[in-house]
């Protein structure tokens, strides 16, 4: 390990801002091109769903 | 060749390879993901001349790596429904618009954090990165496009077009830090000579690469599954697959 305490990990001497908010925004981004998807999916299934039960009704 | 490209190019045959495919994907996209950036922030020591902030590159150089490349998938997706007019390759390259977005975006935004501390700037109209903001908007272009059409077949053709035609970009893009050096530095990595950035950098590098083109991998086959299920609505297996799921 680099550092020597988790304060000294999050400040990066001065440079803990910019480190930080660069992975933060990655993870938010990357984590909604995960989420986008299932949603849509779960979405569809329940639409998919709804329209053979109406062909067959 | 021609049995394996159909085979290939069938919906249902894509959706239950890509469905056995995808979890393998996730772990290994997972796995170089969380120790390649634990390892670039926690355990690499800082450069000696930027110090810390240098450890955006863990997540900059894959971002923009894959965005290029994924560019160019999209584009070879384009040529390929254009010229056979197979549905699958329209569907790639509709899905693989935004993630490709996402993607040049996070390589903007990083860069431009890594700018301040680094270059004393946000920004500044340098080659590669002016570059690299047309290829953020060939995507968020190919993304309107396709909503602009009432007619899906005639946007996908669109959408192929302008995909090929942007390709022209990818490659100013690459050469863009050698033909107008200014800012922006120049590829560390070499696949040919000696790579001029240490190896103790290059390690966790090179995991975050490889976890980036995989997270693309998954990303682009969950959309595409989506869109599958969603052209072939009405055909046996999706209607068979979907009751199944109900059950």
Redesign the interface.
């Known amino acids: 390990m680099y550092f020597d305490s988790v304060s000294a990990l999050l400040q990066m001497d001065g440079h803990g801002s910019y480190v930080w908010s660069a992975y933060g925004i990655t993870a938010l981004t990357l984590i909604a091109l995960l989420v986008a998807p299932l949603q849509r999916k779960k979405r569809q299934l329940r639409e998919l769903r709804a329209h053979y039960r109406r062909e067959q009704a | 060749m021609w049995a394996w490209f159909h085979k290939w190019s069938s919906p249902r045959w894509f959706y239950q390879l890509s469905g056995r495919l995808l979890p393998w994907l996730a772990v290994i996209s997972a796995v170089c993901l969380l120790v390649g ?1 634990a390892w670039g ?6 450069d000696y001349k930027q ?3 240098f ?2 590159i863990y ?2 150089v894959p ?1 923009a790596a894959v965005a290029m490349a994924g560019y160019m998938m999209m584009a070879i997706a384009g040529a390929i429904s254009l010229v056979w007019r197979i549905k699958l390759a329209d569907m790639v390259v509709k899905c693989a618009a935004p ?1 490709g977005a ?1 993607l040049t ?2 390589a903007l ?2 860069g431009a ?2 700018g ?2 680094t270059w004393g700037t946000w920004w500044v109209w340098d080659a590669r990165i002016t570059s690299v903001l047309v290829l953020f908007f060939l995507y968020i272009g190919i993304i309107a496009l396709y909503e602009a059409f009432e007619n899906k077949e005639a946007a996908g053709r669109a959408c192929a077009i302008l995909a090929l035609v942007g390709a022209v970009n990818i490659p100013i893009i690459y050469w863009s830090v050698e033909w107008w050096y200014s800012l922006h530095q120049p590829a560390s990595i070499s696949f040919t000579g000696e790579s001029s950035i240490h190896p103790s950098m290059l390690r966790p590098l090179m995991l975050t690469i490889t976890g980036f083109y995989a ?1 693309f991998g ?2 682009l086959l ?2 595409v ?2 869109e599958i ?2 052209r072939e ?1 009405n055909t046996r297996w ?2 068979e697959l ?2 199944a ?2 059950r």
Do not use: C, E, Q
């Not at chain 2, 922030?41 to 800082?46: D, E, F, H, T």
């Open positions: 950036v922030l926690l355990y690499v020591p800082p110090g810390n902030s450890r955006i997540i900059h971002a993630i996402a975006f996070l935004v990083t954090i890594w301040k501390p997270f998954v990303a969950m959309f599954r989506n299920l969603d609505r999706v209607r979907v009751t799921a109900a």
